[in-house]
């Protein structure tokens, strides 16, 4: 009977569950063939990885490539029909036709229509593979003179010198862009292996030998860097299976490889390809040696991607970043301080295939360093990322985070290219030899506001396209115009490239700078309707300013900023704007929070909203209490306090609104402690009582 009439009579295939307990497998047994042509049967039975009475025989692992999802053939298990994509049923051919018994293939292995299933299954991939007999790599059928390739392998491994020709390296490529070398899972899967099959059609050969052959061959296909960074990555992880340990390490309900920290392994490896974005983290999670307990990044699929995305990011840099992602891209935008610390003076290529290369630093802005301190030089041994490191790129610092990143200033966007970078040990400096730890104790930091742009697309390459980033990056595209929604859409533009332009003055970028912050001021007039020739004039006068840019505008400028406008437009930009639009401004406790906030020029911004604004203030608990610990907090209060007290009595008895306010010394040299919210600054209402720490 045909394997079309038998589907046609055979019920469809129905998953029993797992067996109970966290090792819990399923295993396919192949059953003999007929001949050749016969259809595939098999049978599926549970077994457990642990060292208990239903531990599993000897089992290949298979890895490979799905395939196309619509095209589909018929296996049987139990005599029940079960369809398998194309791709997958040549390898189970092949495998039946190699006397191979016992094989796991995730795709029959695991209940894809499961999603918890799926998800507890994925947590002990690495197990899987690791306990394996071999690892079988499935690359396809032969074509493309495909078993010339490995003809040539062999012969090259055996010292024969085969003649280079064009057939042969046309073949290479064609074998080394299969699809299986650019997909993401097959990492894991050849790094947990302990011994590996590489099989092409008819063809196998044992891994190690495969790598030795390929690297032989390199002369046809160096040429071709995409090509030659997926080869080296899937080869490095083959060539080390023969020096693996039987088992992972585990930590609690997952198998773990600990080869690198999660970290780099994104940095090597995100471009690979997944069917679904949530596996471009949960393949790697395997191959961690974080201990990722807490990080809440277990593999479940019906956590959105964008939420996942999320927690990955605040993993690598700390919890106090700002993090927007989206379901739908794998790119997300991080907001955090940040301080450069140098600049890639050159970049070694790398030598062979250790998948590592040398990148020289040296120190920027030295007036950020203590005397002895003042340059310093060092080269940083990086695994290769799938970003390239060029000359120029910088290396940053941000807070809270455990190692140190590299950025790229593109256009209006600064990328993330690494997002941890190894630091070095040490750092040459003029007076001898320095340690990491020791030299950020030694340095000033210049913090400034980061806005990040961390993309896993393969756009990378035409960030010189400006209108396609913009489309990408920019949160506020497709508001409507004529709204509220247009002046903080310039707003958060003035604010990227008033970023950008510190950045560029930080690296002794003058000129450029200066044409940023131009820029910046002209976003910010547009803010206000000063230059906004689509927006009808009539309709400039209605609009209402949001208290959400208000804010921005008062935490946005420091001092460097402030003077450059003093000296370009005769007044700063939150002038312009109670000048311009000054009855449509509300002067709320968020935007005075704000002011506190700018650790660099509240206290002048808060000046100047006193003299324009001064009746409409008024200080509350929150306002007082975002002080304290703010680099700024204290000239901002001051400043505050100094409007209220040129009326005030060193103490006053008002209302029955009084309150007592009492400063003491701390850690801004004044803390300030309240019972309640201050009223309105009336001068009439307020009692102070002030300590010789908070002198006016």
Request: hydrophobic share 40%; proline share 4%.
């Amino acid at each position: 009977m045909s394997s079309g009439t038998m589907s046609s009579v055979m019920s469809p295939y129905r998953y029993s569950s797992l067996l109970p307990g966290p090792d819990s497998i399923r295993l396919l047994r192949l059953g003999p063939p007929e001949d050749e042509a016969a259809s595939i049967k098999c049978q599926l039975f549970n077994f457990t990885l642990d060292e208990s009475d239903n531990r599993p025989p000897q089992y290949e692992a298979l890895s490979y490539v799905w395939g196309d999802p619509e095209k589909t053939l018929h296996i049987f298990i139990d005599e029940h029909s079960f369809n398998v994509t194309e791709n997958l049923h040549a390898a189970l051919w092949h495998l039946r036709n190699r006397a191979i018994e016992w094989v796991w293939a995730d795709a029959i292995c695991i209940n894809q229509q499961d999603q918890q299933e799926r998800a507890h299954q994925v947590r002990y991939m690495a197990k899987i593979y690791g306990k394996a007999n071999r690892v079988v790599v499935w690359l396809g059928g032969a074509a493309d003179n495909s078993d010339r390739v490995f003809q040539e392998i062999c012969e090259r491994k055996e010292g024969l010198d085969s003649s280079e020709n064009e057939i042969i390296q046309q073949a290479v490529l064609a074998l080394l862009q299969r699809p299986w070398f650019r997909r993401i899972w097959v990492l894991q899967e050849v790094a947990a292996a302990r011994h590996i099959l590489i099989m092409c059609g008819l063809v196998g050969i044992e891994g190690y030998d495969f790598c030795a052959g390929l690297r032989s061959l390199q002369v046809f296909y160096k040429a071709r860097p995409d090509l030659y960074s997926l080869i080296r990555s899937a080869t490095y992880l083959i060539r080390q299976a023969k020096f693996r340990p039987t088992h992972g390490i585990c930590w609690s309900d997952m198998s773990f490889l600990a080869i690198r920290p999660l970290g780099e392994l994104l940095d090597m490896f995100h471009s690979h390809e997944a069917t679904e974005r949530h596996d471009k983290v949960y393949a790697l999670l395997g191959m961690a040696s974080d201990t990722l307990n807490a990080a809440n990044l277990l593999p479940d699929y019906e956590v959105p991607w964008g939420e996942v995305f999320q927690r990955l990011v605040k993993f690598l840099l700390g919890e106090q970043v700002s993090v927007e992602t989206w379901n739908h891209w794998e790119m997300a935008v991080i907001k955090s301080k940040g301080c450069i610390l140098g600049r890639v003076s050159s970049v070694v290529p790398h030598s062979g295939w250790d998948d590592v290369h040398k990148v020289d630093i040296i120190s920027t802005n030295a007036s950020n360093y203590v005397e002895n301190t003042r340059e310093w030089t060092a080269r940083l041994t990086l695994h290769t990322s799938a970003n390239p490191i060029r000359q120029g790129d910088l290396i940053c610092l941000l807070p809270g985070a455990p190692k140190p990143i590299i950025i790229r200033i593109c256009e209006h966007h600064v990328v993330v290219i690494m997002i941890a970078a190894t630091p070095p040990g040490s750092l040459r400096t003029e007076s001898g030899h320095i340690g990491w730890a020791a030299l950020l104790q030694s340095m000033k930091f210049s913090w400034h506001d980061f806005r990040l742009v961390w993309d896993w697309t393969k756009l990378l390459g035409k960030l010189h396209d400006r209108e396609e980033r913009e489309t990408l990056v920019e949160t506020n595209s497709g508001v409507p115009e004529h709204s509220t929604a247009v002046l903080e859409d310039h707003l958060a533009k003035a604010t990227k490239i008033w970023s950008m332009a510190l950045m560029l003055e930080d690296l002794e970028e003058y000129n450029e700078a200066e044409e940023r912050f131009q820029e910046a001021i002209e976003s910010c007039e547009r803010a206000f309707g000063m230059e906004c020739s689509h927006m009808p004039t009539s309709m400039n006068k209605h609009i209402q300013i949001a208290e959400e840019v208000v804010v921005q505008i008062a935490g946005l400028f420091d001092e460097k900023v402030m003077a450059l406008l003093l000296e370009r437009r005769g007044n700063d930009v939150m002038a312009l704007l109670l000048e311009r639009r000054g009855n449509d401004v509300e002067i709320t406790e968020s935007v005075v929070k704000a002011v506190i906030e700018n650790w660099s020029s509240g206290k002048e911004i808060m000046t100047l909203l006193l003299e324009r604004r001064g009746n409409d203030i008024q200080i509350t608990e929150r306002m007082v209490k975002a002080a304290v610990g703010k680099r700024s907090g204290k000239a901002v209060m001051m400043a505050l306090i100094k409007w209220i007290r040129e009326d005030v009595q060193s103490e006053v008895v008002g209302s029955s609104s009084l309150v007592d306010c009492t400063y003491l010394a701390g850690s801004l040299s004044c803390c300030v402690v309240l019972g309640s919210a201050l009223p309105q600054y009336a001068k009439n209402q307020v009692r102070m009582v002030a300590t010789p720490a908070f002198q006016l």
